[in-house]
């Protein structure tokens, strides 16, 4: 994968390689299935020091491209989403003040998640039953523990170089690294210094309420509806997803929420919401069951203040709220040393969640390197297709967010930015400075 080799364009559809994953989180998951299914040898490295990532309780808006992936990979045969079938807007007495007709699906990190270790290394799990391999597959290998601390290429590929939480040491061989490893990449880290995540000025509170603990009215706001509040400084949405072992069937569903707020940088409110029960400051992410009692008892009397009724009920309700700052990251370029270190998803742009594109960006990366890998598409393409949709939708992210957080609009302004953001990709038409390479 050497940039702008039309030889190496011509081969790569017939040469084997080791495709070494950084991140084996959904955009790891996802390069390492596309890229096995094309026999293609991979192996995953995760820095988390347990065999499976912990369940992080959030819903995922699954866009065009995340089941485009699901439908083109998976080989569970299972429900993966929950159907909403309006777009609606509440006022603050909890009023439907506009509404529009549309399908979208709404699944969950968890189910997203053990269909993939399912798929890529038959991890078994209560979401679905472990789908045979074909012959045809490449070898997929997960490795948990291993944090990558350096990157020296070779003639003919890379070395990375590893360490685990007790201090072992040790390297693997790559013909291309694919750092999937989030918005605070270490990939990205050690050949991009310069690029660094920043907080936007506001957080997102989240959690789930099981739907059939909720009262009539909020069951009439949330089930099958995704549902908006707004008002100065608060955006709030909710809409079901699958439930425990990602059950689909009525009753059992989760309402999920995502309460943006503004915490200034700094501020004495900040310090409050994301340091946990133990008095641990986390800079980006407080994990469910770890939010401090007095911290979120604060958020519900806010939320009874600034809320409709029906949202203010499941926040108030849920058992294990969890907290992510929201941040800005987008790094110049996809791909370091020659082509051999590739970045996809939120390592390469980390969207605002306003966007709900999070988990559609990584399955399209994944979707479009492995056309790439495979010679369906020119360097040149692949780089216009993925760059163009880093820069252009996080770009978008910022605008929304700001507008939503710091700007006093008229409730048209924000249904005009919602519509607008559920484009599907494949009618955006992206500026030239997105696609300049």
Same mark, same amino acid.
């Given at each position: 994968? &050497?940039?702008?080799?039309?030889? +190496?364009?011509?081969?790569? #559809? *017939?040469?084997?390689? +080791?495709? &070494?994953?950084?991140?084996?989180?959904?955009?790891?998951l996802a390069a390492g299935l596309a890229l096995r299914e094309l026999g293609h040898d991979t192996t995953i490295l995760e820095r988390n020091p347990t065999p499976v990532l912990e369940h992080q309780g959030a819903g995922i808006v699954a866009g065009g491209d995340t089941l485009a992936f699901f439908k083109k990979y998976n080989r569970c045969d299972r429900p993966i989403a929950v159907t909403s079938h309006r777009r609606q807007y509440l006022d603050k007495d909890g009023n439907v003040t506009h509404k529009e007709d549309m399908d979208q699906n709404? *699944?969950?990190?968890?189910?997203?998640?053990?269909?993939?270790?399912?798929?890529?290394? %038959?991890?078994?799990? /209560?979401?679905c039953k472990v789908p045979e391999r074909s012959l045809t597959d490449g070898a997929s290998v997960h490795l948990h523990n291993q944090n990558v601390?350096?990157?020296? @290429?070779?003639?003919?590929?890379?070395?990375?170089?590893?360490?685990?939480?007790?201090?072992?040491?040790?390297?693997?061989?790559?013909d291309v690294l694919v750092g999937a490893d989030g918005p605070s990449s270490t990939i990205r880290t050690l050949l991009a210094p310069e690029v660094q995540r920043v907080y936007a000025g506001y957080c997102a509170l989240r959690g789930t309420v099981l739907e059939s603990e909720v009262s009539d009215a909020a069951r009439e706001a949330f089930c099958e509806r995704f549902t908006f509040f707004h008002c100065r400084g608060v955006q709030i949405l909710a809409y079901l997803i699958p439930g425990k072992d990602?059950?689909? @069937?009525?009753?059992?569903?989760?309402?999920?929420?995502?309460?943006? *707020?503004?915490?200034?940088?700094?501020?004495?409110?900040?310090?409050?919401?994301? *340091?946990?029960?133990?008095?641990?400051?986390?800079?980006?992410?407080?994990? /469910?069951?770890?939010?401090?009692?007095? #911290?979120?008892?604060?958020?519900?009397?806010?939320?009874r203040?600034?809320? /409709?009724?029906?949202?203010? @009920?499941?926040?108030?309700?849920?058992?294990?709220?969890?907290?992510?700052?929201?941040?800005?990251?987008?790094?110049?370029?996809? @791909?370091?040393?020659?082509g051999k270190v590739v970045l996809i998803g939120d390592a390469?742009? %980390?969207?605002? /969640?306003?966007?709900?594109?999070?988990?559609?960006? #990584? #399955?399209f990366d994944a979707m479009v390197l492995a056309d790439y890998v495979d010679g369906k598409l020119s360097w040149e393409e692949w780089k216009r297709e993925t760059l163009g949709f880093a820069r252009f939708i996080q770009k978008r992210g910022v605008d929304m967010g700001n507008r939503s957080q710091f700007e006093e609009l008229p409730l048209k302004e924000h249904i005009h930015d919602r519509n607008v953001a559920s484009v599907p990709r494949e009618k955006e038409v992206y500026p030239e400075w997105a696609t300049a390479i």
């Open positions: 994968m &050497v940039q702008g080799d039309e030889q +190496h364009d011509a081969k790569v #559809a *017939t040469t084997k390689k +080791h495709f &070494v994953i950084v991140g084996g989180s959904l955009g790891g709404m *699944t969950s990190w968890d189910l997203a998640y053990y269909l993939m270790r399912a798929n890529y290394d %038959g991890v078994e799990n /209560p979401y601390t350096d990157i020296k @290429e070779r003639d003919d590929g890379l070395e990375v170089f590893w360490k685990s939480s007790s201090g072992d040491e040790g390297s693997i061989l790559a990602g059950t689909v @069937e009525p009753g059992r569903r989760l309402i999920n929420f995502v309460y943006y *707020t503004n915490f200034a940088e700094g501020s004495a409110e900040l310090e409050e919401i994301m *340091t946990d029960r133990h008095g641990k400051r986390h800079r980006i992410t407080l994990p /469910p069951g770890l939010t401090d009692a007095d #911290a979120w008892e604060k958020q519900r009397r806010i939320a203040e600034l809320l /409709p009724p029906q949202f203010a @009920e499941i926040v108030c309700a849920t058992q294990k709220p969890f907290v992510q700052a929201v941040t800005d990251v987008l790094s110049p370029t996809n @791909e370091f040393m020659h390469l742009a %980390g969207f605002r /969640p306003h966007t709900v594109a999070s988990t559609s960006q #990584a #399955a």
